[in-house]
């Protein structure tokens, strides 16, 4: 039987979190039907000094969630049209967070949560069962010698920040 994750998983250094969130599932359950696939690629955004971390200008009302408890969904939308799906790290009041890239087959962060049907509804709510989104350890060990890393995505105007490996994938 899968074992969900807890919260105090979430409650750790962030760059430790990501690469640890490797080869677990993402799982939501949607009416009588539930969707899971393998976290395949995440990247970390770790606090206020970290430019492209949208925490860095501060707490916002889109932003304060990343302030927050670790374990708790952050959601945002780009483009204003597609979602991204983020879990808080780290202690309450220091703000990072793991964005999934990649689940299974299904790359990129915008296509995961159309595949998952995530939007806003779930921002700010707790990684758990209860409410219909969780993180799984389905018994698959990485070893860290198997994961990459990478420049994060998208974040050029981030300064010397953009060159961080803080990207992880298989």
Same mark, same amino acid.
């Given at each position: 039987m899968p074992k969900i994750i807890p919260q105090k998983f979430f409650n750790r250094p /962030? $760059? #430790?979190v990501a690469q640890e969130l490797l080869g677990k599932f993402l799982v939501q359950k949607i009416g009588k039907k539930t969707v899971r696939g393998m976290i395949m690629e995440v990247e970390a955004y770790i606090g206020q000094k970290d430019k492209a971390c949208h925490a860095s200008r501060g707490r916002t009302e %889109? /932003? #304060?969630v990343m302030f927050g408890k670790a374990g708790y969904w952050y959601v945002y939308s780009i483009y204003g049209m597609y979602y991204c799906l983020n879990v808080v790290t780290e202690q309450k009041d220091y703000p990072a967070a793991v $964005?999934? %890239?990649?689940v299974g087959d299904i790359k !990129?962060? !915008?296509r995961i949560c159309c595949?998952? #049907?995530?939007? #806003?509804k779930i921002n700010e709510k707790p990684a758990n069962k209860k409410t219909g $989104?969780?993180?799984e350890d389905g018994g698959v060990k990485t070893k860290t010698r198997q994961i990459k890393r990478a420049k994060r995505i998208g974040v050029d105007y981030a300064g010397k920040c953009k060159n961080k490996k803080w990207r992880f994938f298989f």
């Open positions: /962030t $760059l #430790k %889109r /932003t #304060k $964005l999934i %890239r990649s !990129g962060p !915008g595949h998952f #049907k995530i939007d #806003k $989104l969780w993180i």
